[in-house]
């Protein structure tokens, strides 16, 4: 299993591109924008479903991850992870904070 959630309460639909699951339209069109940007040598290193340990496991506890939609290379090498959203949760608020926080990584929301 991938770690994705079935159905949502948000009204996405999941999609199919390039035969990879996609939790909805936003983020799969998002990914063929950046796919040919990638062949046209724009970016590089364009990964999916990043995982980023936000706070450790602690005891019985499990770690806090974000899991990056996109991270990818700019042209000038910068690293860059980006986050398909149609809805903000709490939850992801405090992620993106974190992820600000923890690693000095600022989200680029799409």
Not at 46 to 72: C, H, M, N, W
Request: glycine content about 8%; some cysteine; aromatic content about 10%.
């Amino acid at each position: 299993m991938n770690g994705r959630r079935y159905g949502s309460k948000y009204g996405a639909k999941k999609c199919t591109v390039d035969g990879i699951e996609f939790d909805s339209m936003r983020e799969a069109r998002r990914y063929r924008e950046l796919a040919l940007l990638q062949r046209a040598g724009e970016i590089t290193e364009l990964k999916l479903q990043v995982p980023f340990e936000l706070i450790p496991k602690q005891g019985s506890e499990r770690a806090v991850i974000y899991k990056a939609d996109f991270v990818y290379k700019d042209k000038t090498g910068n690293t860059v992870v980006e986050d398909s959203k149609g809805y903000r949760t709490k939850e992801y608020i405090i992620k993106r904070k974190l992820m600000l926080h923890v690693h000095g990584i600022k989200i680029r929301e799409i």
